[in-house]
Structures are given as C-alpha cells and as structure tokens.
C-alpha cells in the first residue's frame, strides 16, 4: 500500500509565500518523477510542476520564476516553494508521484490567496 500525503497549505495574502510537502511511503520501490497539480474551481486539474529523480524540472509558465520545486529522494519528498502568490494561484494543490508500481495521487490541500 502507497501513501502520498500533502501539508503545508493555508490562507496567505497576495505576495505572500507558502511552501508545501509531499512525502510518499510504503511499498515504493522505485519513484521516478514527483509533481505538483492544482485544481480550482470550476477548472480542470492543471500541472503546476514536476522533478525527476535526476532533477530535472518542469514549470507550467503561469507560475515560472515565482515557485521552485524541489525533491529529497532518500526522504521519497517533495516540495514545493511559493513565492509572489496571486488570487489566481487559489487552488486545491495535488502532489502526484510516478513509481515502478504506479502512479498515485495525494488528497490534496487547500492554497487560497486574499487579502
């Protein structure tokens, strides 16, 4: 059984930073790509970044140079950091992991951006 939990979400004003983690555990034998997703209302699920286990990076351009992704492979984590956030960035944030097993999802956490 594989577990993909999330933490770090929150209420934040606009320019505010928030940084999030992931971390998979159990029978994970081998994970090669972690990634962010988000979802807001009314809107489909939508990549926000992603990191292979040999690091390299993929950012959706709505939010390059303002969010860094980063990944501990002995800790099977990873993170995401916020910076500059906008109202538009209000999102239930998704941490997706792709392993030898399969592909599994986190429940996700809430980001919401207001002032």
């Known amino acids: 059984q594989v577990q993909v939990v999330e933490s770090g979400g929150g209420l934040v004003q606009p320019g505010g930073s928030l940084r999030l983690s992931c971390a998979a555990s159990g029978s994970i034998f081998s994970i090669s790509t972690m990634g962010w997703y988000r979802q807001a209302p009314g809107k489909q699920r939508e990549l926000v970044a992603s990191?292979?286990?040999?690091?390299?990076?993929n950012y959706a351009d709505s939010v390059k140079g303002r969010v860094t992704i980063s990944r501990d492979n002995a800790k099977n984590t990873v993170y995401l950091q916020m910076n500059s956030l906008k109202p538009e960035d209000t999102a239930v944030y998704y941490c997706k992991i792709w392993a030898a097993v399969g592909n599994y999802w986190g429940h996700g956490t809430q980001v919401t951006v207001s002032s």
């Open positions: 990191i292979t286990r040999g690091g390299s990076i």
